[in-house]
């Protein structure tokens, strides 16, 4: 039965490349959501997905930044141009089908962005 | 204010004694809480969520929550070194998706 998984665990870049984080839910879960946790701060929510749907990207850079959940597939959080202030904890978490956003969010063990 | 505030700690207590957690909050219509334990460079791991006001035991944890007072706090019994950890504290009020987190609670247990 395997949890939320993500991929890669480690990802290191130079400011300006592209950053690709995926993250599969665990099974049955159709609810994705992405958090970022900076150095020494706490998690802050980024952006909640289902299927093909974008629910709140409330917690969204504006630019640079994009998430999505295709019908096949993980998801993807894509960060385009990054630079030294996105290194970070990127963790994704999925909820079940059923209950929807008041659901337990179960944590994958996140991807460590680093930007040279 | 914040929405979710927790003491950053150091929370130090010895072997074998109770460890108190507490976590106050500002939006008056959250509906669920969870607390969730992170050990250094890990991932947020779920310990007890709660929804109704009172008391919710789970082995050598008690979730406590008082909706009135706009606080929850967890309990842990018989501290062993390896509670050692942040512990943090999460609310999901019920207009989005998300979980709005406290900042955590670090916990020491000294043997």
């Known amino acids: 039965n395997a949890g939320v998984m993500q991929n890669p665990r480690h990802l290191v870049r130079r400011r300006g490349q592209e950053a690709r984080l995926r993250c599969s839910p665990m099974k049955g879960h159709s609810h994705v959501y992405w958090y970022r946790q900076l150095p020494e701060e706490g998690l802050k929510f980024m952006v909640y997905l289902q299927k093909e749907n974008i629910i709140d990207e409330s917690g969204m850079p504006k630019e640079r930044f994009s998430a999505e959940f295709p019908k096949e597939g993980p998801s993807i959080l894509r960060i385009q141009q990054v630079v030294r202030g996105d290194s970070a904890a990127y963790f994704c978490?999925?909820?079940?089908?059923?209950?929807?956003?008041?659901?337990?969010?179960?944590f994958g063990p996140g991807t460590r962005l680093l930007v040279l | 204010q914040k929405e979710v505030e927790q003491n950053s700690g150091p929370l130090s207590v010895p072997e074998g004694a109770i460890a108190s957690l507490n976590c106050t909050y500002s939006?008056?219509?959250?509906?669920?809480f969870f607390w969730y334990r992170q050990y250094s460079g890990k991932s947020p791991e779920l310990i007890m969520s709660i929804y109704s006001n009172g008391d919710k035991e789970d082995g050598r944890f008690t979730a406590q929550l008082n909706k009135a007072s706009q606080y929850v706090s967890l309990l842990i019994r018989d501290s062993q070194p390896s509670d050692s950890a942040t512990y943090l504290c999460?609310?999901?009020?019920?207009?989005?998706?998300?979980?709005?987190f406290g900042q955590g609670t670090t916990l020491q247990v000294k043997p």
């Open positions: 999460a609310l999901w009020s019920g207009n989005t998706g998300k979980l709005i």
């Open positions: 939006d008056r219509v959250s509906q669920s």
């Open positions: 978490a999925s909820s079940p089908e059923t209950g929807g956003a008041g659901e337990t969010q179960y």
